[in-house]
Every structure is written in structure tokens, then in C-alpha cells.
């Protein structure tokens, strides 16, 4: 791997880390503030939104200028959306700004994977990349439940600045004060990513201009006979992993009355497994086979509804660990597979920002159905039995949709799959 590969890891690790220790502080600090289930739930569609909004943009926007300065300026929004929940506004909005920063981070983060690696070393570089972005989740939600926990929000509450009065009174936002630092520390290895020497895409002079061009790419890749299949997968397991983050955490109160601070670790546990998943499919699983893990998904599905029989720790941990192993060892090589579609169809930036739309309208779709059913009374149970039913059906058709793919485009298929195969070597 070059060295600036090492940079990114760096940058993106503590981004994320902030990222997901600030979702268990908003989480409490509308549950301090006694807001509704319904509210704490749409925390995850309203981080969503802005990459539904603002997909034919942020794509072409990475692609404009070098990416380590497109993430230094994706991290800057995230800290104005921290100094918006401390300083009054509503944490719901709030939370949409840090999406904001996220949605424009994103395809500078792996577009830059494409631009600095060779094809064959995608699967291997995404499989570290996300085996680290796991890392920072196990981390970032058990900061994230330590900061509002007790111990930590009494040290940082006493914290006194001498003639400096700030409205920082409660547990979360001293939690979220404290998350500012972190998103500093990933700025400043922004500073030192690269510049990978691929020529820049300079966005048109009228940016509606690019809403034609991203619904081409979005429909070219949708088209495409490997693309679509990796997009499917993918747009599935980010859509149902993304609502889980607040599932667990209701699931964890509702099963076993734990508070924020100790359901948090739960959430740490499905992201553990789904490092080691993501770490044995980087070493095990080439590029041209990417599609022979998808009969995975069905019994990923399988477990997530088990999990409304569980009512003991001891069951639930190991349960959990499969259930993020499965899921991290099928999104990387389908990851892996739809980058390499991507770029060689529309450029990385682009692509990323198709693939972007597609998860976060799933997870916002989904986050949505979940809000509202909380808000009619659907209990923590049922979601999770929906979710896994969603997942078992959907992956059923996706691999259904691949085998018609295989019969009825049998040429286009092994062409593609002979490309990915020779792209790999010559890498």
C-alpha cells in the first residue's frame, strides 16, 4: 500500500470515530430533554438526508478538486453541526448538518482509493478501510456511552475555563463539546493526504447542469449487469445496518434494561464482528468472485430476527458477533466490485455518489418506516423481525435477479467478470 493509503486510514478513523460517539450523544440528549421514541429514532434518517438531497453534487464535487481538502472541509461542517447542538438548536437539524459533512465526505474518502490503487489491490484496500471504520464504531459508541456515562460527563462538567461562561450543563453536551477535539484531530490529518495526480473534473458553471448527469450515472450503473447487482447488496445491507444502530440500542433497553452507556457496548459488538468479517473477506474473497457471498445475506436475515428470542446477554453476544461478521464479509468484496464498475464507467467521485444515494435512501426510507412504527406503537421487537424479514426476502430476490442475470446476459457477464479477472492481474 503507498503511504498515503496509511493517511487516509488516519483521517478517516477519527471522523468516524466522532461520527458515532456523537449519534449516542444525541441520542441521550434528546432523551434528557424527553423527547418522543419517534425522535431519538429519526436521528439515523435525518443523518441520511443531505446525501439524498445533495447526491448530483457531492460526487462531482469530490472530483473537482483534491479529495484530502474536499474531507477537511466535510470535517469543518461536522464541527459546526456539534457547536449548533450546543448552542441551542434542535438536535435533529443539528444532526442533519453533521450528515451534511458526512454525505460530502464519503466520496472523497473512497473515491481516493480508486484514484491512488491499482484494481487489484481494491478489495484488499476497502477490506482495511472498513475493517477501520468498524474499529472507530466499536470505539466511537462505547466513547460515545462512556462520555455521557457518569464517571466521564462528572471530569469533563468540571472542567472550569476562567471568564468563560458556556451553556455546556448537562452530561451529552459536555459529551459533545469533547467530540469537537476529535473531529479536530481528523482535520489535521486532511492536511496531510496526498495529492493523488489524477486530473481534475471541473464542476459546470450552473449546477442544476449536473442533475441530468447524475441521473445517467445513477441509471448506467443500474444497468450495468455487475453494477446493479453490487449496488442492490450494498444499498440493502448499509439500509437495514444503518437503522440497527438505534435498533440495538431499543432492543438493549426493551430486553435487558440497559441504559444508554451499557446498550451502547451491544452496538460495539455486531460492529466487532463486522470488522473480523470485513479483515477475512479482504484476505479471502478475489474481486471476479465478489458475487458467490450473497447467499450470506439470507442468513444474516435469519439471525437478525432470532434476535427477538434472545433475552439473555450470554446468548445475544455471540449472536450479534456472527450477525456483523456475516454482513462485513459480504459488503467488502460487493464494495469492492461496485467501485471498480463504478470507476470504470462514470470516474470514482461519481460513482460514489450514486452508490451513496442509493444506501442513505434505503436507510432513510427505512429509518422512516421505523420512526413512524415507533411512533404507532410498534415495539423494539417487531422492528427487528421486520428488518430481518426485509433482508431474508431481499437478498432472495437480488440472488434471483443475478441468476436471470447469468442465464438471459450469460455474455456480458463473463465479459465483465473477465475484465474484473484481467484488471486484477495487471494491477
Not at 466521564?152 to 468563560?164: E, H, Q, V, W, Y
Not at 471541473?202 to 441530468?212: F, G
Not at 457496548?265 to 477475512?280: F, K, N, P, Q, R
Not at 412504527?373 to 433482508?391: H, N, Q, Y
Request: hydrophobic share 55%; charged share 10%.
Amino acid at each position: 500500500m503507498k503511504r498515503g493509503f496509511y493517511t487516509i486510514m488516519a483521517a478517516q478513523f477519527f471522523s468516524s470515530l466522532a461520527d458515532n460517539a456523537l449519534f449516542v450523544a444525541a441520542v441521550e440528549l434528546l432523551r434528557a430533554d424527553g423527547a418522543a421514541e419517534w425522535q431519538r429514532a429519526a436521528l439515523v434518517p435525518m443523518f441520511a438526508l443531505f446525501y439524498v438531497v445533495l447526491a448530483p453534487w457531492v460526487g462531482a464535487f469530490a472530483d473537482s478538486r483534491p479529495k484530502g481538502g474536499v474531507m477537511l472541509i466535510s470535517n469543518a461542517i461536522k464541527i459546526v453541526g456539534c457547536a449548533l447542538m450546543l448552542f441551542g438548536g434542535h438536535p435533529l437539524l443539528a444532526y442533519a448538518v453533521v450528515g451534511l459533512g458526512a454525505a460530502a465526505y464519503s466520496p472523497a474518502k473512497y473515491g481516493i482509493l480508486t484514484e491512488l490503487l491499482p484494481p487489484s489491490q481494491l478489495v484488499k484496500a476497502n477490506g482495511w478501510i472498513e475493517g477501520l471504520t468498524i474499529a472507530s464504531i466499536i470505539l466511537g459508541v462505547l466513547l460515545g456511552g462512556q462520555l455521557v456515562g457518569p464517571r466521564l460527563s462528572s471530569a469533563l462538567l468540571g472542567i472550569d475555563l476562567p471568564g468563560i461562561d458556556t451553556p455546556i450543563d448537562t452530561p451529552p453536551e459536555a459529551a459533545i463539546a469533547a467530540l469537537i477535539a476529535v473531529y479536530v484531530i481528523a482535520a489535521i490529518f486532511n492536511f496531510r493526504i496526498p495529492h493523488s495526480g489524477v486530473e481534475m473534473r471541473a464542476m459546470p458553471s450552473n449546477p442544476m447542469a449536473l442533475l441530468p448527469d447524475f441521473w445517467r450515472c445513477n441509471s448506467r450503473l443500474w444497468r450495468d449487469k455487475l453494477g446493479q447487482i453490487s449496488l442492490a447488496t450494498t444499498t440493502l445491507f448499509w439500509g437495514v445496518s444503518g437503522n440497527m444502530r438505534y435498533i440495538v440500542l431499543a432492543w438493549a433497553a426493551a430486553a435487558l434494561h440497559y441504559s444508554t452507556t451499557q446498550a451502547a457496548s451491544l452496538v460495539g459488538v455486531v460492529a466487532l464482528g463486522t470488522a473480523v468479517g470485513a479483515i477475512a473477506a479482504s484476505m479471502r474473497v478475489r474481486l471476479e468472485r465478489a458475487t458467490t457471498v450473497m447467499p450470506l445475506g439470507m442468513i444474516m436475515g435469519a439471525l437478525v430476527i432470532a434476535m427477538v428470542f434472545v433475552r439473555d446477554l450470554w446468548v445475544a453476544v455471540p449472536l450479534l458477533i456472527v450477525m456483523g461478521g456475516l454482513g462485513g464479509y459480504i459488503v467488502v468484496p460487493m464494495n469492492a466490485l461496485l467501485q471498480h464498475r463504478g470507476h470504470n464507467l462514470m470516474g470514482s467521485g461519481r460513482s460514489i455518489a450514486v452508490q451513496n444515494f442509493n444506501e442513505q435512501a434505503c436507510i432513510l426510507g427505512l429509518g422512516a418506516l421505523y420512526s413512524f412504527s415507533t411512533g404507532a406503537g410498534l415495539s423494539a421487537f417487531g422492528a427487528i423481525a421486520l428488518f430481518g424479514a426485509v433482508v431474508v426476502a431481499a437478498m432472495l430476490l437480488i440472488q434471483l435477479w443475478y441468476r436471470y442475470n447469468l442465464r438471459h446476459h450469460t455474455a456480458e457477464v463473463k465479459q465483465l467478470m473477465r475484465i474484473a479477472r484481467g484488471q486484477r492481474h495487471d494491477g
